[in-house]
């Protein structure tokens, strides 16, 4: 059964609209940043929908090419075209009588995207060199990590197929827009991967947790997801510490360090382009906060700042979800 870890007010709409969603055939259009969940959202839809009986198959329009995404999706007969041996069902075929998830639509070629919604109108497919058209029923779940509509007025998606698709629109929020999502999922995936690997890990320092609620995630939940793996199996002690938190910018391994030296920053080229000041400055501030084990007063002293001042920052963490 999927798993959704979160304790995010918008993720849990998203989860609660999911659910009723599911009891219907509507199809649905899930968008969000790479690495945001939604496949997993889609499981989650297949699991409480009356076809859960039934496949959920599950195909990426991105890592095919063009011609073999049409017969992957469709079929062929035996002969439609060199090569062609044995007739093949197409995972329209499939998935009858469950769920379909189109990951990455915004990838479909404009000439197949006519056919799908052909099929999608009518209910049934034909295999390529097919006589007669076989009955589907199917329902979609169409997956994008790009603004579909801007795709439509680039004139690179079908409107009328956008509309298809879009009949129940679920967009997931990005984890950096619920940075208090980052310590429930860390532990989460610490026993996933401490289990996997056979370690006993008691839990993450304050130290590494800091770290890791002030990065941005541009990889969301898979990335932090990679970051916790790597880091249990580096682990030297039962306790994950900023050291063993290795995050990748701009292919360049920062290692818990906030601060870089100009000189420093001039040798790795380091610059991370969508880090906004108010990001290390939160960064610097947790781990300052982290350093002196919660203590306001020291941690206030050791950055140069009131308490006064520390105290606003902390709330306006708070308002982010970071628990401080
Ligand atoms: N809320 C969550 N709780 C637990 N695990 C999660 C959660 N969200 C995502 N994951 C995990 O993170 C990884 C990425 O999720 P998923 O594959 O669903 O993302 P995606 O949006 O489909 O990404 P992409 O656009 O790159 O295909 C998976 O291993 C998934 O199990
Ligand atoms: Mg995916």
């Not at 295999?127 to 680039?154: K, Q």
């Not at 306790?239 to 000189?263: C, F, P, Q, W």
């Not at 982290?290 to 520390?310: D, E, P, V, W, Y």
Request: charged share 25%; with cysteine; glycine share 8%.
């Amino acid at each position: 059964m999927t798993q959704i870890v979160t304790a995010d007010r918008r993720m849990n709409e998203v989860i609660q609209l999911a659910k009723t969603v599911a009891q219907s055939k509507a199809t649905v259009l899930i968008q969000g940043e790479s690495g945001t969940g939604k496949e997993l959202v889609a499981e989650l839809i297949h699991q409480n929908s009356s076809r859960v009986s039934r496949p959920f198959v599950a195909i990426n329009c991105a890592a095919i090419p063009e011609n073999l995404l049409e017969s992957e999706l469709f079929g062929y007969e035996r002969g439609a075209f060199t090569g062609a041996v044995n007739a093949k069902s197409g995972k329209f075929e499939l998935a009858n009588g469950g769920t379909l998830l189109l990951d990455e639509i915004s990838e479909m070629d404009i000439r197949l995207q006519a056919k799908l919604l052909r099929v999608i109108q009518e209910g049934e497919v034909d295999r390529i060199g097919g006589r007669r058209p076989i009955p589907v029923d199917v329902r979609i779940i169409a997956t994008t990590n790009r603004n579909l509509a801007e795709c439509v007025r680039e004139g690179s998606f079908r409107e009328d197929l956008f509309y298809r698709l879009n009949v129940v629109n679920l967009t997931l929020p990005t984890l950096r827009d619920r940075i208090g999502d980052v310590r429930l999922l860390a532990q989460h995936f610490m026993k996933v991967y401490a289990e996997k690997n056979g370690k006993a890990l008691l839990g993450f320092a304050e130290s590494a947790m800091s770290l890791m609620e002030s990065h941005r995630w541009p990889g969301n939940i898979r990335e932090l997801e990679n970051v916790v793996e790597r880091s249990i199996i580096t682990a030297q002690s039962d306790l994950v510490s900023d050291k063993e938190i290795h995050i990748e910018r701009n292919g360049v391994s920062l290692i818990g360090d906030a601060v870089v030296t100009l000189a420093d920053a001039q040798d790795k080229n380091s610059w991370v382009p969508g880090r906004t000041l108010d990001d290390i400055e939160r960064q610097v501030i947790l781990q300052a906060l982290g350093f002196h084990k919660g203590n306001r007063t020291h941690t206030a002293k050791a950055l140069g700042i009131s308490i006064r001042t520390l105290r606003n920052k902390l709330a306006d963490y708070r308002k982010l979800g970071i628990r401080v």
